[in-house]
């Protein structure tokens, strides 16, 4: 079946630090990847996808590209504010019209001024 | 994107009670989903709500313990049955995108934080 493993937490990062979490995953076939991001006191929200292999997702300054040769998915970005302090989950599905999510466990980010 | 509420965000339960949980979408949406995550894990897919019929559920998940009705486009609860500590967990709804397009996005509620004593 699908599985997805992610980067333990928590990570700590001052402002303006590097951030990279990563993440590998097992499926079968073609699966589609997410990085979903849950804020304090929201509900989870799509950070960036991709759905085939060498895609890059990109979005609020963060990306993840596609590796298919590695099974990863990692998700960075060059200088992180103290408003991206949340928690990270990569996810995936089976590709095409299949919706059912399978996630990692979640990473917590918490960056200081 | 669809804006969806549920109820309640959280209560403190008694074991051996039974809680529903309600999921309310402002747009019509093909499909309901019903997460799970318990403390420090990941979320699990509980089952797929369907519209007008019994739910589809995932391995492990049995609808005498979390019934489900989805009786139109918009709505749908869960119910948490004879509750013991160990369904202490955030209970999460998501839809997929009321454009219908197949985008493999969800989107999700806030979550009812849910915790039996």
């Known amino acids: 079946g699908n599985s997805v493993t992610q980067m333990e937490g928590p990570v700590t990062l001052s402002e303006e630090a590097f951030l990279t979490i990563n993440c590998t995953y097992t499926?079968?076939?073609?699966?589609?990847l997410f990085w979903y991001v849950q804020y304090p006191g929201e509900g989870l929200q799509l950070l960036l996808k991709?759905?085939?292999?060498?895609d890059k997702g990109s979005n609020k300054g963060f990306e993840a590209t596609y590796r298919k040769e590695t099974t990863s998915f990692h998700l960075e970005k060059g200088s992180v504010q103290v408003s991206d302090s949340a928690v990270y989950f990569c996810?995936?599905?089976?590709?095409?019209?299949?919706?059912?999510?399978?996630f990692g466990k979640g990473t917590l980010l918490t960056v200081n001024p | 994107s669809a804006v969806i509420s549920q109820k309640p965000s959280r209560d403190i339960c008694q074991r051996g009670t039974s809680l529903t949980i309600q999921c309310q979408v402002d747009?019509?949406?093909?499909?309901m989903f019903w997460y799970r995550q318990q403390p420090g894990q990941s979320l699990t897919l509980i089952a797929t709500?369907?519209?007008?019929?019994?739910?589809?559920?995932e391995s492990g998940f049995v609808i005498d313990k979390f019934p489900i009705s989805r009786p139109n486009l918009t709505f749908s609860t869960l119910t948490v049955s004879n509750m013991s500590p160990e369904d202490s967990s955030i209970y999460l709804c998501?839809?997929?995108?009321?454009?219908?397009?197949?985008?493999?996005?969800?989107?999700f509620g806030e979550g009812s934080r849910l915790t039996v004593l």
């Open positions: 998501s839809v997929t995108p009321p454009s219908g397009l197949n985008t493999g996005e969800l989107f």
């Open positions: 991709a759905t085939k292999a060498d």
């Open positions: 996810a995936l599905n089976s590709g095409g019209s299949n919706y059912k999510l399978t």
């Open positions: 499926a079968t076939g073609y699966p589609s």
């Open positions: 747009s019509q949406v093909t499909m």
């Open positions: 709500a369907n519209q007008g019929s019994e739910a589809t559920y």
